[in-house]
């Protein structure tokens, strides 16, 4: 699996687009994912309202960024460059179910 931010994505192969209302989380985080495996995020997706504006230069203070991305324990620096806990999350269930059937 590869991750990079949006505009980045064209290097990337057929990548799938992760935000933060796909898992459940009240922010606008987007990430895409490259993977040799089929991701599907609809599958689990939930939709939430967004409460955050994008980490840089929003008016969500930087912890209260990482706190809404489910980071608290990382300093704003690391949360900065982290992907959300969730993220992992989804594509981990994912990649188990691909297993599970391909097994």
């Known amino acids: 699996m590869i991750e990079n931010v949006p505009d980045a994505r ?3 192969r057929n990548p799938t687009l992760i935000s933060g209302d796909d898992v459940g989380l009240p922010i606008h985080r987007r990430r895409y994912f490259e993977t040799n495996w089929p991701l599907d995020i609809f599958a689990l997706a939930l939709r939430h309202e967004h409460r955050a504006q994008f980490d840089h230069g929003a008016t969500t ?4 960024y ?6 608290q ?4 620096v690391e949360a900065r460059q982290a992907i959300p806990p969730a993220y992992t999350k989804l594509i981990g269930q994912q990649l188990l179910q691909h297993i599970r059937v391909a097994a």
């Open 73 to 76: 324990w990382m300093s704003a």
């Open 10 to 12: 064209h290097h990337l």
């Open 61 to 64: 203070t930087e912890s209260e």
């Open 66 to 71: 990482r706190d809404l991305m489910g980071c």
